[in-house]
């Protein structure tokens, strides 16, 4: 007698399409690192979350020197090679591959390793006060970020950074 596994997004308990994400998540990082090796790009984030249009795979990536349309459109084509392959993914969706923009929060060691030189403004909690700082990224050391401000070099922990994006200037 044939086995089935039906998936339904409106039977499955919350708990379990969070994991069924997470697992998403993790296998489209393993399977597209190779990829973005071979093309001198890093993988900024993996997203996939369900929006008004439906289910988005939302995969960003980062050159140094500046990831160009090409490069998006490279990318889309092999992971979208490799998915159907791999046929990870049980119901319709939308991939996407894009740059960070330049709006993006940074949130990672990477992130602000990736903007060191770049001027960033941050809100960091100091004994339950939100302070609003801008400065210079200089470095990231063990989880502490390094800043040029006006006061000099100051350090704040990743961990105290609830909000920080780059500082544009035109």
Avoid at 47 to 62: D, H, K, S, T
Avoid at 142 to 161: C, F, K, R, T, W
Wanted: with cysteine.
């Amino acid at each position: 007698m044939p086995a089935f596994f039906i998936f339904n997004r409106g039977t499955l308990p919350r708990v379990g399409m969070s994991l069924l994400k997470d697992h998403i998540v993790a296998e489209i990082e393993r399977l597209i690192n190779p990829v973005l090796a071979e093309n001198f790009l890093d993988l900024v984030e993996v997203q996939f979350r369900q929006e008004p249009i439906g289910w988005v795979l939302r995969v960003i990536i980062y050159k140094q020197g500046g990831t160009s349309v090409d490069d998006c459109a490279k990318v889309s084509r092999e992971l979208s090679h490799i998915l159907d392959v791999e046929d990870l993914i049980p119901q319709k969706y939308f991939l996407e591959v894009s740059s960070p923009g330049l709006d993006r929060p940074l949130s990672s060691e990477n992130d602000f390793l990736r903007n060191k030189g770049e001027k960033v403004k941050l809100t960091v909690e100091t004994d339950g006060k939100h302070l609003t700082q801008i400065g210079i990224i200089q470095d990231v050391q063990n989880g502490v970020l390094l800043l040029q401000g006006d006061a000099g070099i100051m350090s704040y922990p990743l961990s105290g950074i609830s909000k920080a994006r780059l500082e544009i200037e035109f």
